[in-house]
T-cell receptor, first 111, second 113 residues
Framework: DAKTTQPPSMDCAEGRAANLPCNHS???????VYWYRQIHSQGPQYIIH???NNETNEMASLIITEDRKSSTLILPHATLRDTAVYYC????????????FGQGTRLTINP | ETGVTQSPTHLIKTRGQQVTLRCSSQ?????VSWYQQALGQGPQFIFQ???????GRGNFPPRFSGLQFPNYSSELNVNALELDDSALYLC????????????FGSGTRLTVV
């Protein structure tokens, strides 16, 4: 019951910005957008999250549209180590804070 | 901080057997969740423990059970193993998942033959 839609795969050149889109057209007012990534053979890694304002941290930026129906994760200067599956997740802040993962986007950074 | 550690890293079991997987939470984390990830799929939520009590469960049968100990480490037990239980089992811990997200371990790869 994932509530997000992501492209199955994307490619990006090393050193360029990687922009990963996510559609969450049914998002509710109290649901946050979270991004995780999973590098091969490792557990998912938290990247960033936001409600309605754009967010930035040391790893990435998150741009959420004004209607909150879609968002974009931006890796400003992609490196080969950013090759991974990226998951966009929406969820409320409540007791059992389970994460509902979809299929994600397989991002490949090319040299 | 040492992160989340899981053991064993790989395991092969026979159908019908029982298995116990272990997880040591990141220091200071009082919440632990378990996920099952089949090959090529995203992780699926099994259950979550907060201060030794189960406080959320996904769509998994009762033969999947767990424990959280006073030091916040955790176990996942699976009885009567089936071939479809073959998967990567991930443990995730958090202190405030809302603010800081979850920290995942690298998982235990379980193969049921």
């Amino acid at each position: 019951d994932a509530k997000t839609t992501q492209p199955p795969s994307m490619d990006c050149a090393e050193g360029r910005a990687a922009n990963l889109p996510c559609n969450h057209s049914t998002i509710s007012g109290n649901e946050y957008v979270y991004w995780y990534r999973q590098i091969h053979s490792q557990g998912p890694q938290y990247i960033i999250h936001g409600l309605k304002n754009n967010e930035t941290n040391e790893m990435a930026s998150l741009i959420i549209t004004e209607d909150r129906k879609s968002s974009t994760l931006i890796l400003p200067h992609a490196t080969l180590r950013d090759t991974a599956v990226y998951y966009c997740i929406v969820r409320v802040y409540q007791g059992a804070q389970k994460l509902v993962f979809g299929q994600g986007t397989r991002l490949t950074i090319n040299p | 901080e040492t992160g989340v550690t899981q053991s064993p890293t790989h395991l092969i079991k026979t159908r019908g057997q029982q298995v116990t997987l272990r997880c040591s939470s990141q220091s200071g984390h009082n919440t632990v969740s378990w996920y099952q990830q089949a090959l090529g799929q995203g992780p699926q939520f099994i259950f979550q423990y907060y201060r030794e009590e189960e406080n959320g469960r996904g769509n998994f049968p009762p033969r999947f059970s767990g424990l959280q100990f006073p030091n916040y480490s955790s176990e996942l037990n699976v009885n009567a193993l089936e071939l479809d239980d073959s998967a990567l089992y991930l443990c995730a811990s958090s202190f405030s998942a809302f603010l800081y997200g979850y920290t995942f371990g690298s998982g235990t790869r379980l193969t049921v033959v």
